[in-house]
């Protein structure tokens, strides 16, 4: 939901303390330079933390403790060698400061990675430090990182794939905004083959719509495109959506001594290439297998085996800190062409940053009602103008976000594990200081801020419901779905389940894949039930299509 205000950075690499200004909500100078210093501050924290408890789970010196630790990062993106520089920056201060048993807090107010405004009370995750000096730096300034933040920070920027040959949106390469966000490109040469599109003469000659169902059956010379796919309704599914839709995940190992190994870090490559979000097991537009240990699929892979002609096409255009406010700025990302392309299921999820501030004061910065009908008016008339006749647009509402505060503020926060020191309410707590918490109106202690906060955004969903049924457009059914996370919460506990284990334990905010997934059983099951004509129809030629063309290509 909100930007990655960047635990992001709370990954364990002074490397990563940058990410989080990419990704943020346009501010004030003041404000925007304080938002910054507050995520540099918590990766500091974060990072020195881990460094901390690697020393003293392996009984080694704080030298050892960082040289274990760039051991176990990759040499993609130059992670590993640029471990080893900034170890060699800022090493030698970080062990003098850590052999004379200073905290985590106190070594990042010493090398100024954290900073006390003026007026401003001194944030702190454990106990309080004492001031000390140095000159801080500019991580990006690194020789090897300023290529790794020009790469991300332009695939933020234009919300639209990094390497895309003919321009047409979609890409053969996975992250920076490639395939694990929009179907893989079949042809990057030509703008006119891509996901989604109406088939070139049936596709006899090549596959212009990528699903992979192409060519003449030799036995009676029909296209298979037409043979299999003429009249099965294919549709494509589009997500506009903010970081929940993206599925904003931290691994737990980045961070925790104790598991830290070779492997911890595999993944950690794709992680930053994809702004630390995971579309690609996401519950909109997910299609690789889940590694939550769920039955449970994504609403694409649903739609894809209901109709195999559906393959590949799926678009999650989500972005870290979206609201109805600002989808606007990226909302042009979306591709559909209303006389070339199949129709879309269009789900509008902005779930939170509406009502979500770091603001100390969150309440005047929330959305008003009336300020979201204009907004989502303006979206749903861009929608309009670009959707081919047949679509259908969903808007979710949003959820109770009190569900944070009441299972999670006195459990032990991943950094907390080890010496049971520090619970999600300290983690809150210190977040909100900082003015970088991701929701300040729900990860807090004030029982009425959080009571406040969840008013606005029944408010907000009774108005996007009141939109859904009041208003008609040419070429999209427009309906609402609540986002009832007290089903999916019962549901998990039928399992065994504990509703904390719902949550995203680094951030301790995003739904993780487990809750995204069972959402997404809930939204297919509610559909199919009450409009079933959103979903086509099921293809009864998808042996057929698997016994010619297998996997169609993958994904």
Request: glycine letters at 6%; aromatic letters at 10%.
């Amino acid at each position: 939901m909100k930007s990655p205000w960047n635990i992001c950075l709370a990954t364990p690499l002074f490397l990563l303390l940058p990410i989080h200004t990419w990704a943020s909500p346009a501010s004030e100078d003041q404000a925007s330079a304080r938002y910054s210093n507050g995520h540099t501050c918590v990766a500091c924290v974060v990072v020195v933390s881990v460094i901390e408890q690697l020393a003293q789970v392996h009984n080694s010196t704080v030298e050892a403790s960082m040289e274990r630790l760039c051991s176990y990062l990759p040499e993609k993106l130059f992670l590993k060698t640029t471990c080893y520089l900034v170890i060699e920056i800022f090493g030698p201060d970080l062990i003098k400061l850590l052999n004379t048993d200073m905290n985590a807090d106190v070594v990042c107010h010493s090398l100024e990675f954290c900073k006390q405004d003026p007026g401003q009370p001194l944030c702190h995750l454990y106990p309080l430090p004492k001031k000390h000096s140095r000159s801080s730096s500019d991580i990006c300034s690194l020789p090897f990182l300023a290529r790794i933040c020009q790469r991300i920070k332009s695939a933020i920027k234009n919300s639209v794939p990094f390497k895309d040959v003919d321009s047409d949106k979609y890409s053969v390469f996975p992250t920076l905004r490639g395939y694990h966000w929009r179907g893989r490109d079949c042809n990057d040469s030509n703008k006119m083959a891509y996901p989604g599109r109406r088939p070139v003469n049936w596709d006899i000659h090549e596959d212009s719509n990528c699903n992979g169902i192409w060519g003449v059956d030799p036995k009676d010379g029909i296209p298979y495109e037409k043979k299999f796919c003429e009249g099965s309704q294919p549709r494509g599914i589009i997500l506009l959506g903010d970081s929940a839709g993206a599925h904003f995940h931290i691994s737990p190992e980045w961070l925790t001594a104790s598991q830290m190994s070779l492997k911890s870090f595999i993944s950690l490559p794709t992680a930053l290439t994809n702004e630390l979000n995971w579309p690609q097991l996401s519950g909109t537009t997910g299609f690789l297998d889940s590694i939550s240990g769920i039955k449970e699929n994504s609403i694409y892979l649903r739609l894809r085996k209901r109709n195999h002609c559906n393959h590949r096409d799926y678009q999650n255009i989500s972005r870290n800190g979206a609201s109805s406010q600002n989808l606007k700025k990226f909302i042009e990302s979306l591709s559909r062409n209303q006389l070339l392309d199949h129709p879309a299921i269009v789900i509008y999820a902005m779930i939170g940053n509406d009502v979500c501030s770091r603001k100390v004061d969150p309440v005047p910065e929330m959305t008003t009602p009336e300020k979201l009908y204009s907004s989502i008016m303006q979206t749903l008339k861009y929608l309009n103008s670009h959707l081919p006749n047949g679509s259908h647009v969903i808007l979710y509402g949003l959820p109770d976000g009190r569900f944070l505060w009441d299972n999670l503020h006195d459990r032990y926060y991943p950094l907390g594990q080890l010496n049971k020191d520090v619970t999600y309410a300290h983690f809150y707590s210190f977040l909100n200081c900082l003015q970088v918490s991701p929701c300040h109106g729900w990860m807090s202690s004030n029982k009425t801020l959080r009571t406040l906060t969840s008013e606005r955004a029944k408010q907000l969903s009774h108005t996007l419901k009141k939109i859904a049924a009041s208003k008609k457009f040419m070429n999209f059914d427009l309906f609402y779905v609540d986002f009832d996370f007290q089903e999916v919460t019962e549901e998990w506990q039928k399992r065994g389940g504990q509703p904390w284990q719902l949550i995203e334990p680094v951030d301790g905010f995003h739904p993780n894949e487990v809750a995204l997934l069972l959402l997404a059983d809930r939204f297919w099951k509610k559909v199919q039930l009450q409009w079933p004509q959103v979903l086509g129809k099921e293809n009864p030629f998808n042996p057929q299509i698997e016994q010619v063309f297998g996997d169609q290509g993958g994904h």
